[in-house]
């Protein structure tokens, strides 16, 4: 009797190690839906559990440190309609209530919000960008002991001709880099660790005219940066200075589509650091839907050095606006991708001997205006 109940306790702790349910919270381009995902990593299945009606869409979400809060792009309601930042507080991935909702101000004021991201450390600010109109501009914005966002602290200009479309702090949060996109830059800001308020430190022009920095990526090591080029549809491994956190492009770059393709049919989009961070995925996006995207992943030294392009396969389909790459938190071997040419998630699973990836699971949201990106919240 006692022998049979410890051998059924073994085999409950067995299938519950190979049998996890892990959550995921999907943004949209334009529907007010924010959706929550379980992916079952044994059954590989993807499905839809919760659609949670909202007040306003959001093109990019991101989680708070401890997973307490949500933070979305937003745009404020009224006829007035700013560009804002919305804030939720999870219980837990279906569990998703509404807190606030911030706005940019200064010379944001006339764009969208197009990207949001939190502070890992104390005080745990969040930092927010604008696109389009004018947009050469970002946001700091504090939060209070809950993690809710609270309010505007700084405006900060960068130039003229920018449009920052991604933000990457590194581990120690003290240095933050912005990837210009329109004005084909990459910046370089310290952080207070005091307010969370920045300083310029420096700007690099991408490696070339239409380079177009769109999103980017560090190594928790800092000595390795990773930049999408958007329009060269390249990834471009930089080094940074230890003591200045000013980064350098030394000509280190990787195609996101096949050579001879035409570039300019193509826009790169999302750069992401594995589990372990022994792999970094990186994606480019085709500018028609009638043509696939593209997704790699790359291998890591310890210190950050990319070391192989492990491979560069198509995309089930074009990726619309998004194919944004996810890697899972529990693993090396699982990554969402969203798509919004028809609407999709799908989970991809990177062979054994890393050579490839495929899709293992998928879940359809076809409501006109998903998917944007997820967040794996468990
Ligand atoms: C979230 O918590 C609620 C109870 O507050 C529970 O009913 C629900 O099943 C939980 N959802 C998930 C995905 O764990
Ligand atoms: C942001 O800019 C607006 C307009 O210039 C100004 O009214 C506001 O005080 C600024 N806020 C901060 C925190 O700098
Ligand atoms: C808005 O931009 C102008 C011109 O670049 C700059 O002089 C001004 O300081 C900026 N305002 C804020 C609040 O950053
Ligand atoms: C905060 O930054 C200051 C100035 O860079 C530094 O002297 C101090 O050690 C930092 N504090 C923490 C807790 O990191
Ligand atoms: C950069 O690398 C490419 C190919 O790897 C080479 O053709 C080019 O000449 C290099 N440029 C510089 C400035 O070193
Ligand atoms: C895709 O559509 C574009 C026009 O939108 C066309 O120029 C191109 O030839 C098409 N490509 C394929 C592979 O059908
Ligand atoms: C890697 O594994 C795949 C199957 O998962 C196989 O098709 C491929 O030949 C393997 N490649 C190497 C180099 O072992
Ligand atoms: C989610 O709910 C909204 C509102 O009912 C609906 O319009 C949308 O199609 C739903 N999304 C999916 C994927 O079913």
């Known amino acids: ?13 067995l299938s519950a190690v190979h049998a996890d349910l892990h959550h ?20 590989l299945t993807l499905n839809l559990i919760q659609n949670l009606t909202v007040s306003t869409a959001s093109s990019w979400i991101a989680l708070s440190h401890d997973k307490k809060n949500l933070y979305g792009t937003a745009l404020s309601s009224g006829s007035s309609a700013v560009p804002a930042f919305v804030s939720y507080a999870l219980g837990n991935a279906t569990d998703i209530t509404y807190s606030n909702l911030v706005d940019l101000g200064g010379n944001c004021s006339s764009s969208k919000a197009i990207f949001v991201m939190a502070a890992t450390e104390s005080p745990y600010a969040v930092y927010g960008t604008p696109f389009g109109g004018t947009a050469d501009c970002g946001a700091v914005i504090s939060v209070d002991e809950s993690g809710v966002l609270s309010e505007l602290i700084q405006n900060y200009t960068y130039k003229s001709t920018s449009a920052v479309h991604g933000l990457a702090m590194n581990t ?18 310290s952080v207070d660790n005091t307010t969370g308020e920045l300083t310029y430190v420096a700007s690099l022009d991408g490696p070339a005219t239409g380079s177009d920095p769109r999103h980017v990526a560090i190594h928790p090591e800092g000595q390795y940066l990773y930049v999408i080029l958007e329009g060269a549809n390249e990834l471009a491994q930089y080094t940074v200075d230890q003591s200045t956190g000013i980064p350098s492009f030394q000509n280190v770059t990787y195609p996101l589509i096949p050579s001879g393709s035409d570039s300019s049919s193509f826009w790169s989009d999302e750069v992401a650091l594995s ?9 480019s996006r085709a500018r028609s839907t009638n043509a696939t995207g593209y997704i790699s992943a790359f291998s890591l030294a310890t210190d950050g050095s990319i070391t192989s392009q492990l491979f560069l396969s198509p995309t089930t389909n074009s990726g619309g606006t998004a194919n944004s790459v996810s890697p899972s938190p529990f693993t090396d071997t699982f990554v969402a991708l969203t798509d919004s040419s028809v609407g999709f998630v799908e989970i991809w699973q990177l062979a054994e001997n890393g050579t490839s990836a495929s899709v293992v699971a998928r879940a359809d949201l076809d409501d006109g205006g998903c998917c944007a990106n997820a967040v794996w919240y468990s």
């Not at 410890?6 to 085999?11: D, E, R």
């Not at 995921?24 to 059954?43: K, M, N, P, R």
């Not at 120690?172 to 800001?189: R, V």
């Open 1 to 13: 009797m006692r022998a049979s109940i410890t051998a059924l306790s073994l085999l409950g702790a």
């Open 24 to 43: 995921l919270i999907v943004g949209t381009f334009g529907t007010e839906s924010l959706y929550t995902l379980e992916f079952d990593d044994s059954a």
């Open 172 to 189: 120690q949060n003290t240095f933050l880099y912005s990837a210009d996109d329109s004005g084909n830059t990459l910046w370089t800001h």
């Open 275 to 283: 589990y372990s961070t022994n792999y970094l995925w990186a994606t």
